[in-house]
Each structure stands twice: as structure tokens, then as C-alpha cells.
């Protein structure tokens, strides 16, 4: 009975104590929450953390955009494809035709593989469906087989701008005067546009009166001996 009064009284005296602690804990955890947000790096400087960078507003809606070329570019013309193919134009075939999308395997005069994309795109990624003898870019847009530069721009963009400044491709007579470019696809066939190896060009023949010098071994062939 008298470790009941006393636990009793113990108990009555330590509540203000346990009170006094408690209070004194939180305003240890604000002090240091107000100092951790003092601490924290100005927002502009792209260092908050995450759930403080969410943005308040959700932007308002604007146009796509629509690629214009490049203004910064030299002016140039397009040496013309269509007379050049052998079998154009497709709707002579295609035309009444009704529209198959389906991926199959093709016969002649069709290429026999697809060697594009490694399996990423078929016929139709790159031709219109209802316009065989257009090709269709992505903006839902059909530009003529002149024009496909425009179409393989938009997945090479970076091979396209070194094309269009002059640093990849090939153009016509000289290096001043007008520009005219020869097309992507005279040099890559579409299908297939890795370059293929080819073997060298013999060595031109000597002029008369001349001895042909003699023939110094390349590093490769001395290494192979």
C-alpha cells in the first residue's frame, strides 16, 4: 500500500517534468527545420530538391512546330531523282491497287529485304499510302522523289544540316558559284543505305617515256610477310 501512494506521487511530480521536455524537443526539431530551409539553395540555381521544383502552373498549349530548313545555310537546288528511277512512277502499278499496310514479304520489282532500320520500319513509314508516287513525312505532308531530302531529315537531322552547309554529300561542278546538291538517295538507296565496299580503281597508266616507278610495299603487306 505505501509503494502504491508513493508510485502515486512519483507519478503526479514527473508529469510537468515530461511535459517540459517534450516542448522542449519540438522547439529543438523547429529550430532546426527553420534552419535546414535557411540552408536551402536559391531555386534558380537548379539545386532544390525535387518536390520543391514542381511547377505551379501547367504550361499553356502552343503550335507544333514546323521545320523550315536552315536559315543559316547557303541557298542551293536539288539535282532531280524522279527521271532517274526505273520503275516510276509506282502508281502505274500501285494505283489501282487497293492498300495492303500489312508487313509481308515482297517480289520483284520490290527489293527482296528491307535493310532499313534493322526491322524498325516497312514500305509505308517512308511512302504514301494513297499517293504511290509521293512519300509521306511525318507532319502527314507528301513531298515528290525531288524532295526526299526532306524525308530522311527528319530522322539523320545531324547527317541533313552537315548536307545542307556543304560538309557531307557532293554537289555539282565547283565549289563557287550556285549550289546545287545532289540528293541523299543518289548516293544511298534507301532501302539499303549503307554504302557497300567497293573495290579501289586501277592506278592511271604511265605517260610515254616514262618508267613506272617501282612498287614500294605498303606496311600492311610487309606485316602479312
Not at 527489293?111 to 514500305?123: I, Q, V
Request: hydrophobic share 35%.
Amino acid at each position: 500500500m505505501v509503494i502504491a501512494v508513493n508510485l502515486t506521487v512519483f507519478n503526479k511530480a514527473l508529469r510537468p517534468m515530461i511535459g517540459l521536455v517534450t516542448a522542449a524537443l519540438l522547439l529543438v526539431l523547429c529550430a532546426g527545420n527553420a534552419r535546414a530551409q535557411q540552408d536551402l539553395p536559391d531555386p534558380t540555381d537548379g539545386h532544390r530538391v525535387l518536390r520543391d521544383n514542381a511547377p505551379k502552373t501547367m504550361p499553356a498549349p502552343t503550335e507544333p512546330q514546323t521545320f523550315g530548313g536552315f536559315p543559316e545555310a547557303p541557298p542551293f537546288t536539288v539535282v532531280p531523282r524522279e527521271g532517274e528511277l526505273s520503275i516510276y512512277p509506282c502508281a502505274t502499278c500501285h494505283g489501282p491497287m487497293p492498300t495492303n499496310a500489312s508487313p509481308r514479304k515482297l517480289f520483284a520489282p520490290h527489293p527482296a529485304a528491307l535493310e532499313h532500320g534493322d526491322g524498325r520500319f516497312w514500305c509505308l513509314q517512308c511512302h504514301a499510302p494513297e499517293e504511290r508516287n509521293q512519300l509521306q513525312l511525318m507532319s502527314d505532308e507528301t513531298v515528290g522523289f525531288n524532295d526526299s531530302w526532306q524525308l530522311c531529315g527528319q530522322c539523320h537531322y545531324q547527317p541533313q544540316k552537315d548536307w545542307a552547309f556543304g560538309a557531307h554529300g557532293k554537289r555539282v561542278d565547283n565549289w563557287q558559284g550556285e549550289r546545287v546538291l545532289y540528293n541523299c538517295t543518289h548516293c544511298h538507296d534507301p532501302h539499303s543505305p549503307n554504302i557497300k565496299p567497293r573495290a579501289p580503281e586501277p592506278p592511271p597508266p604511265v605517260r610515254a617515256g616514262l618508267e613506272a616507278m617501282p612498287h614500294a610495299p605498303h606496311k600492311a603487306e610487309t606485316e602479312q610477310q
